[in-house]
């Protein structure tokens, strides 16, 4: 009997420690988008919001709290392509005032089905742990019947780890976050989540940002798609960047099912609809009004070769 015991009492502590290890602390795992040393996080950093791509200044947070801005899009490639396209968000939102939590829904490029949140914990990253608002999260979950609660769908997923060093930069850790991956999903999940989202915002009486993470068309022969072929390489360039406005063209229209239904009709590369239909639900519910294109980009644009591309914007939501 006492072995019986001891076995169970054993088993119970190796649940709880992998409890604790895979749900509390979720540590940086997206190597290679961003720097993992402290030092060379914020130069990397400061380097993208001082590119010729980026704003040209480094962000001065504002004591003010005009808190306009409700949502945003933002791009999640590693920090050498996108990262000059994001810090045109983060720029404006450290102008804006401090909110107390962002909702970040990313893109799950790992198969995960539906909605996945991760309930509890904190983000261990360079710059230090970030937590997760776990009264919001939870009346997320509530409020929603699409929303499971999964933190393993987070794990190696760089779509929201890489706007949290941004975040950090700008705000120190004095801010919480509700991560939400999306993978197979439809619009009208969207619509469901996106209002829960707002739902628990009023609810919890939260000052809260949404950001919908996501790249746009991923165009070259790595990713299966030339649909206008890769010479001449302007004609290409061209396709793209018109194909691109038209997914931002409905964005700033606060259509998220035009989006959806353009990704779904045209076939297009663009990771992320999902999320970004998520948010423009949640920031319309919470009294968004118009959207703004702060900046838009492509791979190639900022460094990158003619062998593949891929389009970046930075999209405000305000009140």
Known sequence: MFLIGFLFLYVCLVDCMVVWFDVRVRRASA???????????????????????????????????????VGAVVPHAGYSASGPVAAHVYYHLA??????TFVIVGVNHRGYPGFSVMLEGIWRMPLGD?????????????????????PGAHEQEHSIEV?????????????????????FADYGMCRDVGAAIAKAVNEQERD??????????????????????????????????????????????????????????????????????????????LGAKEAKLLKYATSYDTGGTTDLMVGYASILITR
């Open 95 to 100: 102008k804006d005032g401090k909110p107390e």
């Open 31 to 69: 190597w290679g988008f961003h720097p993992f040393d402290p030092d060379e996080e914020r130069r990397e950093i400061e380097r993208c919001f001082l590119s010729k791509h980026g704003v040209g200044a480094l962000p001065e947070p504002s004591e003010k709290r005009e808190r306009r801005i």
């Open 163 to 183: 706007q949290l060093p941004f975040l950090q930069y700008v705000y120190g850790n004095d801010f919480k976050i509700v991560p939400i991956t999306v993978g």
């Open 208 to 285: 809260v940002v949404v950001l919908g993470s996501t790249d746009f068309i991923h165009y070259g022969p790595l990713y299966g798609y030339t649909p206008v072929g890769m010479r001449p390489f302007d004609r290409a360039l061209k396709w793209m960047h018109d194909a691109d406005m038209s997914l931002v063209e409905a964005i700033l229209a606060l259509d998220g099912e035009k989006l959806v239904k353009l990704v779904d009709e045209k076939r297009y590369t663009m990771c992320g609809a999902l999320p970004v239909a998520t948010m423009i639900v949640a920031a319309k519910e």
């Open 130 to 150: 970030v937590q997760v608002d776990s009264d919001l999260a939870k009346t997320i979950v509530k409020n929603s019947q699409f929303v499971d609660i999964n």
